[in-house]
Nanobody
Framework: QVQLVESGGGLVQAGGSLRLSCAASGRTFSRYAMAWFRQAPGTERECVAA????????YYVHSVEGRFTVSRDNAKNTVSLQMNSLQPEDTAVYYCAARYDISYGVPVYDYDYWGQGTQVTVSS
């Protein structure tokens, strides 16, 4: 069982930056691939970024490539999402997710554990 707690959301102007963090419980964090999803009202939840258990493989959805950076610290059981050059279309609830597999997945159904979500709002 893994519990995930996100932090770092908030309100920012377009062009600004935010850093999201996710703290995971448990002692086998490196065995879990991690991902950040987001969901805006009326849309499906989408995978924004994913990272393998070792951190050696990373995925970004095309719309955030070059602006967002995902990273993990297996010693501290944390995964982060640095978001730069934020745009109003990035406004959503962002969720941290864990999958008991060293390889990451992209679909929602690949992930077994979810955080409560944190709101990110980007004003124009």
């Amino acid at each position: 069982q893994v519990q995930l707690v996100e932090s770092g959301g908030g309100l920012v102007q377009a062009g600004g930056s935010l850093r999201l963090s996710c703290a995971a419980s448990g002692r086998t964090f490196s065995r879990y691939a991690m991902a950040w999803f987001r969901q805006a009202p009326g849309t499906e939840r989408e995978c924004v970024a994913a990272i393998s258990g070792s951190g050696g493989s990373i995925y970004y959805v095309h719309s955030v490539e070059g602006r967002f950076t995902v990273s993990r610290d297996n010693a501290k059981n944390t995964v982060s999402l640095q978001m730069n050059s934020l745009q109003p279309e990035d406004t959503a609830v962002y969720y941290c997710a864990a999958r008991y597999d060293i390889s990451y997945g992209v679909p929602v159904y690949d992930y077994d554990y979810w955080g409560q979500g944190t709101q990110v709002t980007v004003s124009s």
